[in-house]
């Protein structure tokens, strides 16, 4: 991986961050492939395509009056044209209702594309670990 696309996507995630602390939908959704298949934490298994993407933020931002997200120990690998990356992510804030909320921390993964000399964002999944014996998530850890 070159210095450059390093920077460049560390970039592009700093960007998504923003974006999310803006509630800025149009600012996201450069950000993302037009195709981009999202395996997020809320049904269903998945959501396939920007449009289906900018919903789900949509149906996010919805619940906060402020709202900011945390990236944390990420680490990207590059090749040419395409490259991923993992960290942890924290979507917290102030709820609609006047409560705050730290939020959980979840497992997130991205996978980006260059396409036309830019990267932009073609899969992401974000997890929340799960205890076995209970089948319940468990939303309580941090990095």
Not at 69 to 78: F, G, K, S
Not at 86 to 98: Q, W
Not at 124 to 130: I, K, L, T
Request: charged share 25%.
């Amino acid at each position: 991986m070159t210095t450059t696309d390093e920077t460049e996507l560390r970039q592009h995630i700093d960007k998504v961050v923003e974006g999310i602390g803006a509630k800025d939908i149009k600012a996201l959704e450069r950000l993302y492939a037009p195709g981009v298949v999202s395996f997020d934490v809320e049904p269903p298994l998945q959501h396939v395509g920007r449009a289906a993407k900018m919903e789900n933020w949509s149906r996010a931002f919805a619940f906060f009056d402020e709202i900011s997200y945390e990236v944390r120990d990420l680490a990207l690998t590059a090749g040419a044209d395409v490259a991923f990356g993992h960290a942890f992510g924290r979507l917290s804030g102030t709820l609609r209702h006047g409560t705050p909320t730290d939020g959980m921390w979840v497992r997130v993964t991205f996978c980006f594309q260059k396409i036309d000399g830019a990267w932009l964002i073609v899969h992401d999944q974000a997890s929340v670990p799960f205890d076995i014996a209970t089948g319940r998530g468990v939303s309580d850890l941090e990095p």
